[in-house]
C-alpha cells in the first residue's frame, strides 16, 4: 500500500490515512515530550491498555505497569529524549502499521542508540494507540567472548 492518503468507509465513518498519520505524528511529538521533561506516568497513555513491547536484547514486555517499568529503566540509565520519524504509514480503519527509524539520546543531546521499528496501531477510546512495538538497534552486535 503507498504512503498516499486513503479514505476507506468504516461503518458510518470514513478512514483518511492522512489524518492517522497526523495523529501518530502529533502522538510522537508527546512521546518525546514526556520523555524529556521526565513525565514517565504519561508514557505509558500512548499504548493501548493490551499492548506490548519488543525491545531489543530484551523479552517481550506486555500492559501498562511492564511498558512505564521498562522506560522508567531507560529513564534511570540516563536516556533523555527518543526521537521517532516514520517512514510509512499504511493499513485501514482497525489497524494501521507504521515503520520509521529511532533515535535515542542521552544528556546533552549526545546519541547513543540508532535503529529501526514497527508499530501496530489500534483505536483505543477513539484515540489511535501503539498495541504492538519492535524495535532493533543499528549497532553492529557486540563481538562474542
Known amino acids: 500500500m ?3 492518503a486513503k479514505i476507506e468507509k468504516a461503518g458510518n465513518a470514513a478512514f483518511d490515512l492522512a489524518e492517522v498519520r497526523s495523529a501518530i505524528e502529533a502522538s510522537h ?3 518525546s515530550k514526556n520523555f524529556l521533561d521526565g513525565d514517565l506516568a504519561s508514557f505509558g497513555n500512548h499504548y493501548t491498555s493490551d499492548a506490548c513491547v ?3 536484547h530484551f523479552s517481550k514486555m506486555c500492559g501498562t505497569e511492564a511498558i512505564n517499568a521498562f522506560f522508567n529503566q531507560a529513564y534511570a ?3 533523555r529524549n527518543i526521537k521517532l520519524t516514520p ?3 499504511m493499513g485501514g480503519p482497525n489497524e494501521v502499521i507504521e515503520t520509521g527509524i529511532y533515535e535515542l539520546l ?3 543531546d549526545f546519541t547513543v542508540d540508532k535503529g529501526k521499528f514497527i508499530v501496530i496501531w489500534k483505536k483505543e ?3 489511535w494507540k501503539m498495541y504492538r ?3 532493533n538497534t543499528d549497532s553492529p552486535a557486540a563481538p562474542s567472548a
Request: aromatic share 12%.
Open 87 to 89: 517512514i510509512e504509514i
Open 2 to 4: 503507498e504512503n498516499n
Open 106 to 108: 542521552a544528556d546533552g
Open 125 to 127: 477510546h477513539g484515540n
Open 29 to 31: 511529538r508527546q512521546y
Open 133 to 135: 512495538d519492535i524495535w
Open 77 to 79: 540509565m540516563g536516556i
Open 54 to 56: 519488543f525491545p531489543t
